[in-house]
């Protein structure tokens, strides 16, 4: 059975960091392209960051700078270090072994996680 699986998320004040994990099993991580989405209001998901199976990595603007995706082979794992977060970064998080550059229904097609809420307040 394929299966991702988020973790890392939580509450932070703004300014803070959090470190997002998606380990997969059944697939091997290095050989597809991963991505990190946020939920939208409504189901919608955007692509905020993607890494390639050779290790080219994507950012949105509005996370460029501050958001930093990886890859742990050997822990068959993607992160997101996610740093100066603001209110607006609030959202529940998924990863997906799909990349879709155009916002898409959460969860409707290919592989996700069931995804991660970060909450960023004082």
């Known amino acids: 059975e394929v299966q991702l699986v988020e973790s890392g998320g939580g509450l932070v004040q703004p300014g803070g960091s959090l470190r997002l994990s998606c380990t997969a099993s059944?697939?091997?991580?290095?050989?597809?392209?991963m991505g990190w989405y946020r939920q939208l209001p409504g189901n919608e998901c955007e692509l905020i960051s993607s890494i390639s199976s050779t290790g080219i990595s994507t950012y949105a603007d509005s996370v460029k700078g501050r958001f930093t995706i990886s890859r742990d082979n050997a822990k068959n794992t993607v992160y997101l270090q996610m740093n100066s977060l603001k209110s607006e970064d609030t959202a529940v998080y998924y990863c997906?072994?799909?990349?879709?550059?155009?916002?898409?229904?959460?969860?409707?097609?290919?592989?996700w996680g069931h995804g991660t809420q970060v909450t960023v307040s004082s």
């Open positions: 997906a072994a799909v990349i879709f550059s155009t916002s898409v229904a959460c969860r409707r097609f290919g592989i």
């Open positions: 059944g697939i091997t991580v290095n050989a597809a392209a």
